[in-house]
């Protein structure tokens, strides 16, 4: 089995042994990923990694000041129309850009990436002001710190005021400071790691019995969402080694049940829906491949091999009913299109790490998809250097969102080298 990469910049472990095919060699070789990297950098660097969220209709300074602001109804629509419209209504509407911490991390984790591949030190120096910029956005709760939305949010299960904590946000940034503390040797930057996981345990626990647990998306919201509770309880897996040895049991013991909660909710054929409410049931692309990744890591960081057989059937369904017989990857498990950058990125990251860990049962299958991904990174990049947000059966959105789409693809991509 092939190990990890040593000099890693993320804080990863080895799986116990599993059985594999020889790892097939990527398509995204260096020279194709720095190809594109660069042309990207200098876009996103120019706006100080700034630039309009997929999610930020609400932001709107217009609509802010109305009546209808109020309405939940109001709100839903508003971003709906904000997220489909191909045409950025975001002037006429003065909703301004912004930096969202979410992709804020994947920068600083994708800078890293790049430091380590070539040593300059221009990439040292934004990794810096990405990891200052981020600690100045903590947001200090009674049991630890989180990171939030730049953004109002309104979900159909519920509200989220700008700058109130989620899991997600917050799992992404303490990652980021995972890998600035193990590249940077910074000690300030564990402990802000740290902080997000007191911040797990003391206010995100949605429920708890002698078997299972469910970490929230956000603090006191009524929602099971897999993605989010399986982020937990990776990055807790994560995290594990720097918790007090006094912890380090308890804290496995919640790792293990959040995972079987899980778990439980896989079909009999592999697909897994995004939460357990009746209007979470759909099966996507990206998150059956955060869960996947997920999975991967609490088996890494816990060295058990509970979970291969899970790991292996989603992923099996994840790369035969998620991608087409060409490999373009499918929205959803009945659609293929949208075809979405986030999805695109999303789905080079998993790859990247299947192959790390040496869990390519389907070489053949892994070489269409990625040969696929590929045209589609040539197809999604403008010449600005910029990655469109989405590509219909008859046309495209080209709106350059910031987090949704530079940032994913800029980690995505940096991932490869």
């Given at each position: 089995m092939m190990n990890l990469l040593k000099n890693r910049p993320e804080v990863w472990a080895t799986l116990p042994g599993t059985a594999s095919t020889p790892t097939i060699p990527s398509c995204f070789t260096d020279e194709k990923a720095m190809r594109h990297l660069l042309p990207l950098l200098g876009y996103v660097r120019d706006r100080n990694y700034e630039g309009p969220d997929l999610f930020d209709g609400l932001n709107s300074l217009l609509f802010k000041s109305t009546p209808l602001y109020k309405s939940r109804l109001f709100r839903l629509a508003l971003i709906q129309f904000c997220k489909k419209s191909p045409v950025n209504f975001r002037r006429l509407f003065f909703t301004p850009g912004g930096f969202n911490p979410k992709g804020g991390a994947l920068f600083l984790m994708g800078h890293l990436n790049l430091l380590r591949h070539t040593g300059g030190e221009v990439y040292s120096n934004d990794a810096y002001l990405l990891y200052q910029r981020l600690k100045r956005l903590q947001i200090k709760r009674s049991q630890g710190i989180s990171w939030g939305y730049n953004f109002d949010w309104q979900a159909r299960a519920f509200f989220v005021a700008q700058g109130e904590p989620n899991l997600v946000t917050s799992v992404y940034v303490g990652r980021a400071m995972l890998a600035y503390h193990a590249q940077m040797h910074d000690p300030e930057a564990l402990q802000l790691a740290l902080g997000v996981a007191e911040f797990i345990l003391g206010e995100m626990v949605k429920f708890e019995n002698s078997k299972f647990i469910c970490f929230n998306y956000i603090p006191g919201k009524d929602a099971e969402v897999h993605n989010a509770n399986l982020l937990g309880a990776a990055y807790l897996a994560q995290t594990l080694e720097y918790q007090p040895p006094a912890l380090q049991d308890e804290i496995?013991?919640?790792?293990?049940?959040?995972?079987?909660?899980?778990?439980?909710?896989?079909?009999?054929?592999?697909?897994?829906?995004?939460?357990?409410?009746?209007?979470?049931?759909?099966?996507?692309?990206?998150?059956?491949?955060?869960?996947?990744?997920?999975?991967?890591?609490?088996?890494?960081?816990?060295?058990?091999?509970?979970?291969?057989?899970?790991?292996?059937?989603?992923?099996?369904?994840?790369?035969?009913?998620?991608?087409?017989?060409?490999?373009?990857?499918?929205?959803?498990?009945?659609?293929?299109?949208?075809?979405?950058?986030?999805?695109?990125?999303?789905?080079?990251?998993?790859?990247?790490?299947?192959?790390?860990?040496?869990?390519?049962?389907?070489?053949?299958?892994?070489?269409?998809?990625?040969?696929?991904?590929?045209?589609?990174?040539?197809?999604?990049?403008?010449?600005?250097?910029?990655?469109?947000?989405?590509?219909?059966?008859?046309?495209?959105?080209?709106?350059?969102?910031?987090?949704?789409?530079?940032?994913?693809?800029?980690?995505?991509?940096?991932?490869?080298?």
């Open positions: 496995r013991q919640k790792i293990l049940k959040a995972v079987r909660f899980s778990l439980l909710d896989i079909n009999e054929d592999g697909s897994w829906p995004y939460g357990t409410m009746p209007f979470h049931r759909w099966v996507d692309n990206f998150h059956t491949a955060f869960n996947i990744e997920s999975l991967i890591a609490v088996t890494a960081h816990l060295q058990t091999d509970e979970f291969i057989p899970a790991i292996k059937q989603v992923t099996d369904y994840y790369l035969n009913h998620l991608f087409t017989k060409d490999g373009l990857p499918q929205y959803f498990n009945n659609k293929l299109y949208p075809i979405d950058v986030h999805v695109l990125a999303e789905a080079i990251v998993l790859l990247q790490l299947l192959r790390q860990q040496g869990l390519i049962w389907d070489s053949a299958r892994v070489e269409v998809i990625e040969k696929a991904l590929l045209n589609l990174t040539e197809q999604f990049q403008d010449r600005q250097g910029f990655f469109y947000y989405q590509k219909t059966a008859r046309s495209w959105n080209r709106i350059p969102y910031i987090r949704w789409g530079q940032a994913w693809m800029f980690y995505a991509l940096s991932s490869c080298l």
